[in-house]
């Protein structure tokens, strides 16, 4: 399902919500009430990122910034539904649109998994912090290191299904740190 701008000011004039783009707009729940977003509508930050490059934008920080480095809008990474035009007289639909769809995401399905992890043993250890690593015959051992030197230590969520690790009430995923 997309969400245009149309429908949001549609939402907006039922609710009885003066449309000023030059202010903040602290949320959009009213919109939410007409338009209802799904788990498959929410962007991960880096789509979003991906799809502002397209329309000549940047993100840093909690700003969208166009190409002369000036902040255009402000898109809250610690609120839902918090946009701020930062008194842009207007934003484009595409824009605006694409802005919109991202402060909808709840702040947690914004970022993208981590893509490697340690799985530690957390059920039928014995007391000790033991991890898992596959060894040089594709084996699952056991290890008392957490040091990461070792990438058979390593465990992508496509392994961690593979080996049938992924019983949150025996292992635990501890996302690897660059």
């Known amino acids: 399902m997309k969400i245009t701008l149309s429908e949001i000011y549609k939402a907006m004039i039922e609710q009885e919500v003066p449309i000023n783009l030059n202010n903040t707009i602290h949320?959009?729940?009213?919109?939410?009430?007409?338009?209802?977003?799904k788990e498959k509508d929410y962007m991960k930050t880096s789509e979003f990122k991906n799809e502002l490059e397209k329309l000549g934008y940047t993100f840093e920080?909690?700003?969208?910034?166009?190409?002369?480095?000036?902040?255009?809008?402000?898109v809250s990474t610690l609120?839902?539904?918090?946009?701020?035009?930062h008194h842009v007289y207007e934003l484009?639909?595409?824009?605006?649109?694409?802005?919109?769809?991202?402060?909808?995401?709840?702040i947690a399905e914004r970022e993208d998994e981590p893509k490697l992890f340690n799985v530690q043993i957390i059920k039928g250890n014995w007391g000790?912090?033991?991890?898992?690593?596959?060894n040089d015959?594709?084996?699952?051992?056991?290890?008392?290191?957490?040091?990461?030197?070792?990438?058979g230590q390593q465990w992508t969520l496509e392994q961690i299904k593979e080996y049938e690790i992924d019983d949150e009430t025996f292992y635990k995923r501890v996302p690897v740190e660059d």
Do not use: H, M
Request: hydrophobic residues 35%; contains cysteine.
């Open 92 to 106: 484009s639909p595409k824009l605006f649109s694409l802005i919109t769809k991202c402060t909808a995401t709840p």
């Open 79 to 85: 609120c839902v539904n918090e946009i701020d035009n």
């Open 137 to 151: 015959y594709d084996e699952i051992n056991t290890s008392l290191s957490v040091d990461n030197i070792d990438l």
């Open 128 to 134: 000790r912090v033991s991890w898992l690593y596959r």
């Open 61 to 74: 920080g909690d700003f969208v910034k166009n190409e002369q480095n000036l902040a255009d809008a402000l």
């Open 27 to 37: 949320s959009l729940e009213y919109a939410k009430t007409e338009i209802e977003f």
